[in-house]
């Protein structure tokens, strides 16, 4: 789903992840799922310091993957990593277009 504070980036979508991480490797054990076509991609580049796109991931198979929850009706990719980053987490989410979980 495309972000619901800017359009023209994903921000998830149900029961799915963007997720984002600092400076490390996810582990291989989460399972990925397909990512979007067209004109509206991933955001890969001009992220804030050391952040990087960490590929889209099936959420809520056994629980959800991540715990905190942030819902705001005008949610990016930046807004997101700014919020996480702020709290020292290292991994930030971002499901169904308006949730940033870390």
């Known amino acids: ?20 991480n600092y400076t490390q490797t996810l582990p291989t054990s989460l399972s990925a799922g397909s990512g979007g076509t067209g004109s509206i991609a991933p955001v890969t580049t001009g ?3 050391n952040w990087s796109y960490a590929g889209c991931y099936v959420d809520n198979v056994n ?3 991540l715990g905190n929850e942030l819902d705001n009706a005008s949610t990016t990719v930046e807004s997101c990593i700014a919020n996480c980053a702020s709290q020292n987490y290292t991994i930030a989410g971002i499901e169904y277009s308006t949730q940033c979980c870390e």
């Open 1 to 20: 789903m495309v972000c619901a504070g800017n359009s023209s980036e994903y921000c998830g979508g149900p029961n799915r992840l963007s997720l984002y």
């Open 63 to 65: 629980g959800r993957i």
């Open 47 to 49: 992220l804030q310091g």
